[in-house]
Every structure is written in C-alpha cells, then in structure tokens.
C-alpha cells in the first residue's frame, strides 16, 4: 500500500477529488493548510498599505491505496491540479506496512 500526500491549489481541490474518485480511489482525508515553496508569498495592497503574503493556502489530501492504483492516482491528480504556473503544488508518495479498520478489525488492503 501506499499514501499519496498531495498538495495543491484551493481552486483545484473538486477537479482532483473527482478525478481520484473516478479512477477508484475511495478514502481520503482533506486538510486546509498554508505554506510555500519557491514562490515564497507574494505582495499586497490593503486600504493603501503594502504588505507581505509569506504563507498561501493550501490544500492537502491524504489517501492510502493499493499498489496498482499509485501510477493513476499521480497521473489524475498531475493533470486535474496543473495550471502550468508555480504554486501548482507537490505529490509526496509514501509506503504503508499496514491499516487496520477499527471498526472490525480488518487489516491491510481490506481496510481502505
């Protein structure tokens, strides 16, 4: 199993929640988040003063999956987030040993 970690535009969230939806993938958890990358914020103007944005908002979705679906799931995230400008955001992929189900106590794959 692996958890996607994804994190992208607000803007972008129902067009990446849709696609992961449509290729299979059922459980995720979303959090509203701020920070930056390499954009580091951007300037504004409120009632006629100048001042620094140093963390944007961010969405992060958090998804367990088998195996076989990472490659998808990667791509349909990929292509519903892409705006082919900076701030798109960034997919981290990372092994799962195991889950279990709290409620029945099923575990690995069975679980999700």
């Known amino acids: 199993m692996t958890k996607l970690e994804a994190v992208i535009q607000p803007s972008k969230f129902e067009a990446v929640k849709d696609a992961l939806l449509e290729i299979g993938v059922e459980g995720m958890t979303v959090t509203e988040v701020r920070g930056h990358g390499r954009q580091k914020g951007h300037t504004e103007f409120y009632r006629g003063r100048e001042y620094t944005v140093d963390l944007l908002p961010k ?4 998804a367990v ?3 076989r679906l990472v490659d998808q799931a990667v791509a349909a995230v990929t292509n519903a987030a892409r705006t082919g400008k900076i701030g798109d955001g960034k997919i981290f ?14 575990r690995g794959e069975a679980a999700l």
Do not use: G, T
């Open 59 to 62: 969405v992060k979705i958090e």
């Open 65 to 67: 999956m088998p195996d």
């Open 93 to 106: 992929l990372s092994r799962v040993d195991e889950a279990i189900r709290i409620r029945n106590e099923e």
